[in-house]
């Protein structure tokens, strides 16, 4: 079964770390882009980091660079996103999701595989 | 502000069709994804590429695509069709993933 487990999610205060992982099984994890994907509560889906197959190309929103990093390890099928100094709108479920792109004319673009997520409180 | 633009909420009568949309220029380039998330629930991709549905996406589910304008309709819809509706694509530069603001569906 393709299957994706976050963990690592929990309460931290104002500018403080947390390590994310998301355990991917079932499909051949070096294959694809992953990316991490949150959710504030009561909004919407705000895509955060991606990462390619081989970790040499990652990208960030925004509001994180700098601050979120993005990793994987294939040998463990395993992906990772180490959160410093974070912030109270850092509060969110966290999902990992496996990304597929390619290109027959238009650009095919879609996350097909998701976690259930990990929740992130940042509050004192 | 988000590069996919949505209709924060649209609302349909059981059995009726309805078309939810997605406006950005990155989808002068991309298929727009569509997802659907239920609450408490993660996000479950239903439309991608020109008009894929996943194995287990019923057929009222369809996409299709103008411009810089994607669609998601759903044709006979039913109440447990009643979600948020997310488009998704990557943004103009190619590398950095976006969604739409959400669209509740509400099934009356």
């Known amino acids: 079964e393709v299957q994706l487990v976050e963990s690592g999610g929990g309460l931290v205060q104002p500018g403080g770390s947390l390590r994310l992982s998301c355990a991917a099984s079932?499909?051949?994890?070096?294959?694809?882009?992953m990316s991490w994907v949150r959710q504030a509560p009561g909004k919407g889906l705000e895509w955060v980091a991606n990462?390619?197959?081989?970790?040499?190309?990652?990208y960030y929103v925004d509001s994180v660079k700098g601050r979120f990093t993005i990793s994987r390890d294939n040998a463990k099928n395993s992906l990772y996103l180490q959160m410093n100094s974070l912030r109270a709108e850092d509060t969110a479920v966290y999902y990992c999701a496996r990304e597929y792109i390619a290109v027959a004319g238009y650009y095919y673009y879609y996350m097909d595989v998701w976690g259930k997520g990990t929740t992130v409180t940042v509050s004192s | 502000s988000s590069e996919l633009t949505q209709d924060p909420a649209v609302s349909v009568a059981l059995g009726q069709t309805v078309r939810i949309t997605c406006q950005g220029d990155s989808l002068r380039s991309y298929y727009a994804s569509w997802y659907q998330q239920k609450p408490g629930q993660a996000p479950v991709l239903v439309i991608y590429?020109?008009?894929n549905r996943p194995s287990g996406i019923p057929d009222r589910f369809s996409g299709s695509s103008s411009g810089n304008t994607a669609s998601l309709t759903i044709t006979g819809a039913q109440a447990e069709d009643e979600a948020d509706y997310y488009c998704n694509s990557r943004d103009s530069s190619g590398n950095h993933g976006v969604f739409g603001g959400g669209t509740k569906l509400t099934v009356l």
């Open positions: 590429g020109k008009n």
């Open positions: 990462i390619k197959q081989d970790g040499s190309e990652k």
């Open positions: 079932g499909f051949t994890f070096s294959s694809y882009w």
